[in-house]
Each structure stands twice: as structure tokens, then as C-alpha cells.
């Protein structure tokens, strides 16, 4: 099938990615467009884990001020060279994690994070919460278990629902970035303040 060049450009624009893996993903899927996005999309994720490794010594802390200065949150998102932290996509990539860490409140930026004692703690919660619902003992670990998973989803920064497309978790935004631009970034940390919180 010959793929057009307006077919190329509108997947382009939808996934950031290079004119000759955009035509090359739409070949290979016989120009269906979600199935080329989808191809990129699992391309990204090899690109992202071979660059995982890497070191990260360069980036950037971006801020972001909601509320008439009444919420305020700092970052640090690093990538390996400073030419890269210079790019307008990784200027973009910071600020929406800044105001996103704004928008949802995380506790912790991933899964490792988690005191042991607080995952114990909530499971024994959801399964307490189980069993007085009436469930059968056989399965209240998997409910548990469930129930977790969503708890990760709420409070975990990586795995949080990306405010400003909730299809994609901010793991996979990260991901992407990566394979655009080629080189290993990751979030370090961040802190969030609200005037009256502590």
C-alpha cells in the first residue's frame, strides 16, 4: 500500500515521532493509524528500556504557582546531557509534570518508595474491608491485592493517570520523551507546598 505523505505527517503530529519511523510504522501496519500509533508506542518502550541504565547528571528543577501563590510545587527532572534539557520538549515535559504534581498531590514517586509498613497496613485494611462485606476467605487476597493496585494508582506519581491525558500513566509520558529525544530522563524528586499544610 503507498503511504501518503499528509498520512505520515498527521501521525507524526500525534506521536512526536521520526518522518522515517512514522512511514516505516505505517507500512507495517497497512496504514491504520491507531495500529501505527500502537507500534510506536511499543517501539518507545524498547528505545526507553535500554536507555534506563544510563546516567542522568543534567536536567532541570521547574516550578509551578497555582492559586495566587497558595500552592507551589518544585521538580527535578533529569536527562543525560545538558542539549537535551535545553530542547523545548523536555522544557514542556517539566512543566507538565510540575503541574500535574500540583493537580493531583502524589505522596510518593513510585512503588519503591512505599514504606513496607504502609502497603502491610493497607492490605490488612482491604481485607478487613472484605471480609466484613461478606466475601468468602478464599479470595480476599486477590481483592486485597486489587484494591492495592488502585491504591498505587492514587499515590504514586509514576503510575498516576497523566492529568492532561488521562489514557497514558506518567510513566509512559516519561517513555515517550525518552524515545523522542533519545535519551534516558527521569523524575528525581519533588515537593509540594500548600499554604496551611504541612
Given at each position: ?24 510504522a ?37 516550578s509551578?504557582?497555582?492559586f ?24 514542556h ?10 493537580a ?11 514504606p ?9 485494611i ?9 466475601k ?30 488521562e489514557?497514558?500513566c ?8 525518552i ?16 499554604v496551611?499544610?504541612?
Amino acid at each position: 500500500m503507498a503511504i501518503s505523505a499528509s498520512l505520515v505527517k498527521d501521525l507524526r503530529d500525534k506521536t512526536g515521532a521520526g518522518v522515517m519511523d512514522c512511514r516505516r510504522a505505517l507500512e507495517d501496519t497497512d496504514g491504520n493509524m491507531d495500529e501505527a500509533v500502537k507500534l510506536l508506542r511499543h517501539q518507545g518502550l524498547k528505545t526507553a528500556a535500554k536507555k534506563s541504565s544510563r546516567v542522568t547528571g543534567e536536567g532541570q528543577i521547574g516550578s509551578y504557582i497555582h492559586f495566587g501563590g497558595k500552592l507551589g510545587v518544585l521538580v527535578e527532572v533529569n536527562c543525560e546531557t545538558d542539549f537535551v534539557a535545553k530542547t523545548e520538549e523536555f522544557h514542556h515535559l517539566v512543566k507538565d509534570i510540575s503541574m500535574h504534581v500540583a493537580a493531583l498531590n502524589p505522596r510518593y514517586l513510585s512503588r519503591e518508595d512505599i514504606p513496607e509498613e504502609v502497603i502491610k497496613e493497607e492490605l490488612e485494611i482491604y481485607k478487613k474491608q472484605a471480609k466484613d462485606s461478606g466475601k468468602p476467605d478464599n479470595i480476599l487476597e486477590k481483592i486485597a491485592q486489587g484494591k492495592l493496585e488502585k491504591f498505587y494508582k492514587s499515590c504514586c506519581l509514576l503510575d498516576q493517570a497523566f492529568v492532561k491525558d488521562e489514557s497514558k500513566c506518567i510513566q509512559e509520558v516519561l517513555t515517550e520523551v525518552i524515545a523522542k529525544l533519545g535519551e534516558n530522563i527521569k523524575i528525581s524528586r519533588f515537593i509540594r507546598f500548600e499554604v496551611g499544610q504541612s
